[in-house]
C-alpha cells in the first residue's frame, strides 16, 4: 500500500505532484491513477491519515475534531477588526486526509444554478459542471433522477436515523411563517423553502468522506502500484525551472522532523490543492504573488500575480440556540457533553447521524426587504430582485445545543444554524515569512464591506428563523446567551417558557433600538461556517485572477491549482459538494491534456 509518514528513499520522481490531499485532491489522485496504472501520482498531505478513525467515519463525533488538542483542524487566527467588535475571528480549516470532507457536518447541499454561471468561466456553467455533480455521487433521495447520480463514489442518504417528528415540527413551524417544504434542493433551481436534508453519510451510517470513498480503495486494491501518499508532511514551495514547475520541497509536521526537508520533482505537472489557506501560502512562498508581498518577507518574487492572496471569502454565520423538549433520543446532546453510551445498541443508531433533519434557502419578503432601509433596498433590487434562483440565508436545524455546551444545564436543545452567502465584504491571506510555520496575515474581512449590507442581511437571518423556532411546538424558550440582550420592557426580549407559545404565534416588532442591539451583538458573535474560498480566483490575468480555465496557474508553465481557492464567486449552499466538483472538472481536464480517456 502506498501510504507512508515518510516517503521511501527510491520516490525521488514521479510524473505528478499534488500538493494537498483535502477534498479536491484526493478525487483528482484517484481519477488519475484509474487514467493510467503506470502514471505514477503522489499526494502530499500535511495532517494525519484518517482510515477508518473513529471520530472521523461517524458523522456523530463531528463536533470532537474541534475539541483542544486535536490532530485534524488547524486554526488560523485573524487580525483584530472593530467590524467585529475587536475580536479576532478563529477559522477552522481540516488538516487531515480527506479534508474538510473528514470533518466536516456532513450536509449534503448543491449550489445554485446561478451560483456557477455567474463565474462567467467557459466549461464552468451549471449545466457544464452537472455531469461532475452526478459522477460523484450515489444519490438515494428524492427529485429527479436525471439531475443526480446513481453509480459515483460518494453515498448520499439519510444515514442511519432520522428524528422525523422533529422534521414535521419544523416543517409546520416553517409554512406558518409563510415558506414551503419542497422536494429537492438540490436540483440547481429550487430555493426559497425547507427539505428534509440529505447527507454525506452512507445508509450504514459511515461518513463519505472523500478519502475513503476515492483514494483508500485505490490504495488498498492492488491495482494502483504509482499511486503514493504521503500524510503528516506539509508543501514549503514548488521547484521552479524557467518558470516552469518541475517539483516541490516539502517538510515533516512533527515537531521531531520539523527542520528536515525534502525535494520531489515532477516530470508533468505539479497540482497545488491546499486550500483558501494553504494554496495562496504555497505559491508566495514559491516566488508567485504580489511582489510587494513577497519582498517585504524576504521571499524573492518570479512571477507577479496580485491576485495571490486576495479576495479572501467566507458565509457568516451564527447558530442560535433554543430550549426544547426533545426526547434524548431525539438529539446530540448527550453525544456533545460526552454522555453518550457506545455500548448500547439503541443509542448506536445516532453514530451514523448528524442532528441536523433539515436545510432550508430563504428570501426576504417584500416587507423585510423594505424594513432594512432604501441602501439595502437598491442592493436588494440589484443582487436578488430578478434572480428568485439566488437565496439570501441557508439554514440547518440541528437537534442539539449550536455550539460547546460548557456551563449548560444537562437538557435538549435544538439550534437554527443558519447563514448568509454571498459576502460583500472581502478579506485576504498572505504569508508573513518564507516558513510553512510562520504565521499568516489573515483578515477575513467580515462586516467590513460599505453600506453594511453584510450585518444586514445577518439581522433579517436571526429575526427570521426566531420566528420560525418560536412556532415549534417542542419550542420552550431561547438560551439568553445565544441571543441579542434585549431590555426587559423590549417585545423583543429574550423569554424562558416551559411550554410552546400561546396561539396565535405574532411576529415580534423590533424597534431602532432592537435593530441596534442586533447589530452590535452579531458583530460581537459572528462566526466561519469553514466555508472559506476565493484566495486564487479563477479569471482573468487584469482581474486579479491567478488561474484559467484550464485551472492553469499564470506566468507558469506545468502548474495547477484545484481546490475552493479558484472559485471566482460565492455559492448559496455548504461548499463541500462544490469542493468535489471541482475536484472532478480538474481530473477531467488534466487526464485529457494528458492525452487519456475520461
Known sequence: MGLYTQLPDAIQEVDIIIAGGGTAGCIIASRLADADPNLSVLVIEGGPNNYNEPLIVHPAFFFSNLAPGTKTIDFHVGSKSEHIANRELVVPTA??????????????????????????????????????????????????????????????????????????????????????????????????????????????????????????PRLRDGKHPNLHVVVESKVLRILLDNKRATGVVYQPSSASHAAETRSVKAKKMVIVSGGAFGTPAILERSGIGNPQVLKKVG??????????????????????????????????????????????????????????DITAKLRPTASDVAALGPEFQEVWEKEWEHNPNKPMAVMAAYNAFPGVPVGLPIAQYFGHNIFTPYPFSRGHVHITGPGKDDKLDFDPGFFGDAGSTD???????????????????????????????????????????????????????????????????????????????????MGKLDKMGVVDSKLDVYGVEALKVADL???????????????????????????????YSP
Request: aromatic share 8%; net charge negative; hydrophobic share 35%.
Open 299 to 356: 521571499v524573492q518574487p518570479i512571477v507577479e500575480l496580485p491576485g495571490v492572496g486576495e479576495g479572501y471569502e467566507d458565509h457568516h454565520l451564527i447558530g442560535y440556540p433554543y430550549k426544547s423538549s426533545l426526547n434524548p433520543d431525539e438529539t446530540h446532546d448527550a453525544i456533545n457533553g460526552g454522555r453518550f453510551d457506545m455500548e448500547n445498541p439503541e443509542t448506536r443508531k445516532l453514530l451514523g447521524w448528524n442532528a441536523a
Open 95 to 216: 488538516n487531515v486526509l480527506g479534508g474538510g470532507s473528514s470533518v466536516n457536518f456532513s450536509l449534503y447541499s448543491r449550489a445554485q444554478r446561478t451560483d456557477f454561471d455567474s463565474w462567467g468561466i467557459p466549461g464552468w456553467s451549471a449545466d457544464e459542471l452537472l455531469p461532475y455533480m452526478k459522477k460523484l455521487e450515489t444519490y438515494h433521495g428524492a427529485g429527479a433522477k436525471d439531475l443526480h447520480g446513481s453509480n459515483g463514489p460518494i453515498i448520499v442518504s439519510s444515514g442511519t436515523y432520522r428524528a422525523t417528528r422533529v422534521e414535521d415540527d419544523f416543517l409546520a413551524a416553517l409554512k406558518a411563517v409563510g415558506y414551503p417544504e419542497v422536494e429537492d434542493l438540490g436540483d440547481l433551481d429550487t430555493n426559497n423553502g425547507a427539505q428534509r436534508a440529505m447527507r454525506f453519510v452512507a445508509p450504514d451510517g459511515l461518513r463519505q468522506d472523500v478519502a475513503h470513498s476515492y483514494l483508500h
Open 455 to 537: 450585518i444586514k442581511k445577518c439581522r433579517w437571518a436571526y429575526k427570521v428563523q426566531r420566528e420560525i423556532a418560536r412556532r415549534r411546538s417542542v419550542y420552550r424558550g431561547e438560551v439568553p446567551r445565544g441571543h441579542p440582550p434585549f431590555p426587559a420592557n423590549s417585545q423583543a426580549a429574550v423569554i424562558e417558557t416551559t411550554g410552546p407559545l400561546p396561539e396565535p404565534v405574532v411576529n415580534i416588532e423590533y424597534t431602532a433600538e432592537d435593530d441596534a442591539i442586533i447589530d452590535q451583538w452579531l458583530r460581537e458573535n459572528v462566526m466561519t461556517t469553514w466555508h472559506s474560498l476565493g484566495t486564487c480566483k
Open 565 to 595: 481557492s479558484i472559485a471566482p464567486r460565492n455559492i448559496g449552499a455548504h461548499t463541500a459538494n462544490t469542493a468535489m466538483v471541482i475536484g472532478e472538472k480538474a481530473a477531467d481536464i488534466i487526464v485529457h491534456e494528458l492525452g
